[in-house]
């Protein structure tokens, strides 16, 4: 799988990451409305709060679902982080109209 790396520092549940690596898996459905650059402010979005993670593998990789907020408009985020913590990972993206429940 080929992703697309990034230099960003953002710290999310205490760690500080400085590479977001953005999968293309969103682009299947999303191209027209998602692009990197909107994937990297809602990256941003996640700065400095604490998530449980959705799900957690046996390989210590641990996987998200967050809904954020950019211009008005709801986004819902799969990001992932390995158990290394050497950057944080982005799934998919895409427009929401509700948030998800839990």
Partial sequence: MEYRKYPLSVKVNGIRYDEVWIDRHYE??????????????????????????????????SFYVSDLWLDHKPYRVVWVTPPDGSYLGVRTAFRTSQRRSK
């Fill in 28 to 61: 299947a459905k999303h191209s027209e409305t998602i692009t990197d650059k909107l994937i990297l402010l809602l990256v941003e979005r996640l700065e400095a709060e604490d998530y449980e993670p959705d799900l957690e593998r046996e390989d210590g990789f």
